[in-house]
């Protein structure tokens, strides 16, 4: 897909809806606020419109970061229990260094890994992509949900980060999840994004790559390279 004429191309895995960056911003809360009902009936009807004025809040902020792709997840899983996620894409300028290869120097920007933070280059067809793995843990006023205290809600990233051929720009693909106990999961759905990651239309990407593959059909689909981010940080 491609939101904007500086994005990427990629395949937005199934589960994942399309959040417009340019929509009313009372039409979106209101969305939100409608589909939470069904997603979480045990919130109260003010827990629920906190949640869509934050989510709001925090889309207006991406407006002003080169956001150009957002998304999210929200599914209830086997036993019931309700998973999210969300997916940026996000377009910053970098500027190519010659000699330096574009994943050795994002991985000498980011500095060393952490406790809470962890850091790897992967191999993707689109060559050498630095990967990066992030816990946040920042704190909550109980009152927002009904507690008598303060507590920590800890939000998992992974972040891959790929040049753009011949500019000074990079894209920089975010998913985020609270929801630790499906980690595994979207890992393999980050790893099937990173895979399908082209900056060439879909048709040229195609056409290129099946020159390159050996001569399959103009027109047939390539298949899916699975990227090794899922075997680097499951």
């Known amino acids: 897909m491609n939101t904007d004429e500086v994005a990427p191309w990629f395949v937005l895995p199934d589960g994942f809806e399309v959040l417009p960056m340019d929509r009313d911003p009372i039409e979106r809360a209101t969305e939100l606020v409608l589909m939470l009902q ?17 989510n709001d809040a925090f889309l207006d902020g991406l407006n002003h970061e ?42 000498r920007e980011l500095g060393p890994p952490s406790f809470d933070r962890d850091i790897a280059v992967a191999p993707s067809a689109l060559g050498r992509i630095p990967v990066v793995v992030e816990d946040s843990t ?40 609270q929801d630790l106990d499906t980690w595994p999961d979207y890992v393999e759905m980050m790893a099937a994004i990173c895979a399908s ?37 499951d």
Do not use: N
């Open 38 to 54: 069904d997603f979480w009936p045990e919130a109260t009807p003010e827990q629920r419109i906190q949640c869509a004025l934050t």
């Open 138 to 177: 920042p704190r909550v006023p109980g009152e927002l949900v009904g507690a008598d205290e303060d507590f920590g809600v800890t939000t998992r990233y992974v972040r891959a980060f790929f040049p753009f051929p011949g500019q000074s720009r990079m894209a920089v693909f975010t998913l985020s999840t």
């Open 66 to 107: 080169g956001v150009v792709h957002l998304s999210t997840c929200l599914a209830r899983k086997d036993d019931g229990a309700l998973t999210s996620a969300m997916l940026v894409v996000t377009v910053k300028y970098f500027e190519p260094k010659p000699g330096v290869p574009f994943a050795d120097r994002v991985v």
């Open 197 to 233: 990651v082209s900056f060439a239309p879909p048709a040229v990407a195609g056409r290129v790559a099946g020159a390159l593959d050996g001569g399959p059909p103009v027109d047939a689909p390539r298949e899916a390279r699975r990227s090794r981010i899922a075997d680097v940080f």
